[in-house]
C-alpha cells in the first residue's frame, strides 16, 4: 500500500474537487496519460485572457507597456489566462500578500529587473511603505545573504527615490 501524501501522492488523494483516478489507472496500466492536466473543479479550469489582463493591469499599477493582442505571442496569452487570470486573481491571498512573496522569491534569485517593478508598483499602489520596504530588505537579507541584499538595499533606494521625484518635464520640440 502507498502512502497517498508521499511524494507520489502529494496528498491529493483525499481532495474530493480533484479526479486522479484516470491518471492512476493509466500508470499502473502502462498506457499513456490522459491529456489535458489533472482535473480539479474550480474556477481554477476556466482561463479568461480578459480578466487576466485586468489583473495584469492592477498588479502593475498601469505601468509596464501594452501587452500584444490575442493571439499575436502564446506565451503572454498563457501568462495572462494563468498567471494574472487565475493565480493573481484568486481571493485567497491577496495582492499585497502575493507581492511579498514575490518579492522574496526575486530577491533570492537576484532579479533586479522584477525586483524593480514590483517595487515600483508596490509603492505606488500603496503596498508597502518606504520603512516597510526597508524592513522587508533588512528581513530578507537574513535569508538571501548580504550580496543579494545589498542589491535589494540599492533597489529599494533608487525606486523611492525616484517615487518621490517629479516627473521630469519632456524636452521641447
Known amino acids: 500500500q502507498r502512502n497517498p501524501s508521499g511524494p507520489a501522492g502529494f496528498g491529493l488523494h483525499n481532495r474530493p474537487d480533484i479526479n486522479l483516478q484516470p491518471y492512476l489507472s493509466a500508470r499502473h496500466t502502462g498506457k499513456s496519460l490522459p491529456s489535458g492536466g489533472v482535473h480539479i473543479k474550480s474556477r481554477m ?3 479568461d485572457r480578459d480578466r487576466g489582463l485586468a489583473t495584469f493591469a492592477e498588479v ?3 505601468d509596464l507597456a501594452p501587452l500584444p493582442a490575442p493571439g499575436a505571442v502564446p506565451y503572454i496569452d ?3 489566462e494563468t498567471l494574472f487570470g487565475v493565480l ?3 481571493d485567497t491571498l491577496s495582492i499585497r500578500e502575493r507581492r511579498l512573496l514575490v518579492l522574496g522569491a526575486l530577491a533570492a ?3 533586479d529587473a522584477a525586483l524593480e517593478v514590483h517595487l515600483r508598483a508596490a509603492l505606488k499602489r500603496g503596498e508597502l511603505s518606504e520603512r516597510q520596504l526597508q524592513a522587508m530588505t533588512t528581513f530578507l537579507t537574513q535569508y538571501v545573504g548580504y550580496p543579494r541584499g545589498s542589491r535589494l538595499l540599492r533597489l529599494v533606494g533608487a525606486v523611492v527615490q525616484a517615487a518621490a521625484s ?8
Do not use: K
Open 109 to 111: 534569485q537576484g532579479d
Open 166 to 173: 517629479p516627473p521630469a518635464d519632456p524636452a521641447p520640440r
Open 78 to 80: 498563457f501568462m495572462l
Open 60 to 62: 502593475y499599477a498601469g
Open 45 to 47: 479550469n476556466t482561463y
Open 88 to 90: 493573481w486573481s484568486d
